[in-house]
């Protein structure tokens, strides 16, 4: 048996060894980039169900104000045809619980206000708009299951001349 013989043998063992830890590296280096991936989808879900429930809240605010001022006339003491005044004109019954086929809903409340500036009437209308993720990025679905809430908040006032 010849020396260098024998270093060979230990030098093919080696190659195994590099061989194993080079994929072991990049194996470790693909499972981080794939929960990079998938934090940055939860994120953008996050963002886009944010937008859709801010959206949601303004127009229920929106249509709380109409309800209050239908065709920007102020009639908020005036009964409706269903003899509802007030705070009364004012419900989501005209609103879908699945507002723009995003599985979100709205929200509306209406608060009269007591103050003294001289107005003779005055309601606060808060917006709540909610939107479900529906989903579960864990169970192979491509929404994480969360709910995304944004709240919209106004006062209107008459002036004081109940017009």
Same mark, same amino acid.
């Given at each position: 048996?010849?020396?260098?013989?024998?270093?060979?043998?230990?030098?093919?063992?080696?190659?195994?060894?590099?061989? /194993?830890?080079?994929?072991?590296?990049?194996? /470790?280096?693909?499972?981080?980039?794939?929960?990079?991936?998938?934090?940055?989808?939860?994120?953008? @879900?996050?963002?886009?169900?944010?937008?859709?429930?801010?959206?949601?809240?303004?127009?229920?605010?929106?249509?709380?104000?109409?309800?209050?001022?239908?065709?920007?006339?102020?009639?908020?003491?005036?009964?409706?045809?269903?003899?509802?005044?007030?705070?009364?004109?004012?419900?989501?019954?005209?609103?879908?619980?699945?507002?723009?086929?995003?599985?979100?809903?709205? @929200?509306?409340?209406?608060?009269?206000?007591?103050?003294?500036?001289?107005?003779? @009437?005055?309601?606060? /209308? @808060?917006?709540?708009?909610?939107?479900?993720?529906?989903?579960?990025?864990?169970?192979?679905?491509?929404?994480?299951?969360?709910?995304?809430?944004?709240?919209?908040?106004?006062?209107?006032?008459?002036?004081?001349?109940?017009?």
């Amino acid at each position: 048996m010849s020396p260098e013989r024998g270093c060979r043998a230990v030098a093919r063992g080696s190659a195994i060894m590099v061989a /194993l830890f080079v994929i072991v590296i990049v194996g /470790l280096l693909a499972a981080a980039l794939s929960r990079l991936l998938l934090d940055s989808s939860e994120k953008v @879900t996050v963002e886009v169900l944010g937008v859709r429930a801010l959206m949601a809240a303004q127009s229920g605010l929106e249509q709380g104000f109409y309800q209050l001022y239908p065709n920007g006339i102020w009639q908020a003491e005036q009964p409706d045809a269903a003899g509802h005044a007030g705070c009364a004109r004012v419900s989501a019954s005209l609103l879908s619980d699945n507002v723009g086929g995003s599985s979100c809903s709205v @929200t509306i409340s209406c608060a009269p206000l007591t103050v003294n500036s001289g107005a003779l @009437t005055s309601y606060r /209308l @808060t917006s709540v708009g909610l939107c479900h993720g529906g989903g579960s990025l864990s169970d192979g679905g491509n929404t994480p299951d969360f709910t995304v809430s944004r709240t919209v908040q106004a006062e209107a006032f008459d002036g004081g001349n109940g017009q």
